[in-house]
């Protein structure tokens, strides 16, 4: 089995900070892509951010200048430093991992920002 674990969410207030981190573990062989995404009630889930096994990095629009995604491919884990954050940034937050054969999705991690 493949776990997909995030952490770091919780409540901060407009213009705060926070860190989330994601750790995969399990049989899986070779993780090619780490990112994130996000789903507000109602909402679909969007793309936050993504960085490749080489280091190439992708971000959503609202995410430019505000967030980085990082990842440290030997503990198989990546971290996504948000900062500036602004109520519309409150969702769950969702961590994937993929590699050729299978993508694979945490259950989320609560962020609310208070204005």
């Known amino acids: 089995q493949v776990q997909v674990v995030e952490s770091g969410g919780g409540l901060v207030q407009a213009g705060g900070s926070l860190r989330l981190s994601c750790v995969v573990s399990?049989?899986?062989?070779?993780?090619?892509?780490m990112g994130w995404y996000r789903q507000a009630p109602g909402k679909q889930r969007d793309l936050v951010a993504t960085?490749?096994?080489?280091?190439?990095?992708n971000y959503a629009d609202f995410a430019k200048g505000r967030f980085t995604i990082s990842r440290d491919a030997a503990k198989n884990t990546v971290y996504l430093q948000m900062d500036i954050l602004k109520p519309e940034d409150t969702a769950v937050y969702y961590c994937?991992?993929?590699?050729?054969?299978?993508?694979?999705w945490g259950r989320g991690t609560q962020v609310t920002v208070s204005s």
């Open positions: 994937t991992a993929s590699n050729v054969g299978a993508n694979y």
């Open positions: 960085i490749t096994s080489g280091g190439s990095t």
């Open positions: 399990g049989r899986i062989f070779r993780i090619n892509t």
